[in-house]
């Protein structure tokens, strides 16, 4: 099992930045590749970005490419999401998550074994 607690949400206007944490506990999180994830009011969950074990590999959404950024520190159990330039568009609740794979990274929600309870992230105009 890995328990997973995400922080670092808040309002921010429009081209600020934020960055979110989630730190993970239980099983040895290096083994696992972590990704986020958001869902805005009245939409699915979609991906946003991901990254391997070894943090070799990474991964964004098209939506966020060039403005935010994944990364881990494994000694700290934690994985990050620098979020710039942020846009309204960018709003909903974000979720990080923990799959167990060797050295690969997916972006498909059906696939992560483990998830927090979110954050809620909000960028007004």
């Known amino acids: 099992q890995v328990q997973l607690v995400e922080s670092g949400g808040g309002l921010v206007q429009a081209g600020g930045s934020l960055r979110l944490s989630c730190a993970a506990s239980g099983r040895i999180f290096s083994w696992y590749a972590m990704g986020w994830f958001r869902q805005a009011p009245g939409k699915e969950r979609e991906f946003v970005a991901a990254i ?60 992560y074994d483990y998830w927090g309870q979110g954050t809620q992230v909000t960028v007004s105009s």
Do not use: H
Not at 83 to 108: H, Q, R, W
């Open 52 to 111: 391997s074990w070894s943090g070799g590999k990474n991964m964004y959404a098209d939506s966020v490419k060039g403005r935010f950024t994944i990364s881990r520190e494994n000694a700290k159990n934690t994985v990050y999401l620098q979020m710039n330039s942020l846009k309204p568009e960018d709003t909903g609740v974000y979720f990080c998550a923990a799959k167990d794979i060797e050295d690969d990274i997916v972006d498909d929600t059906n696939e």
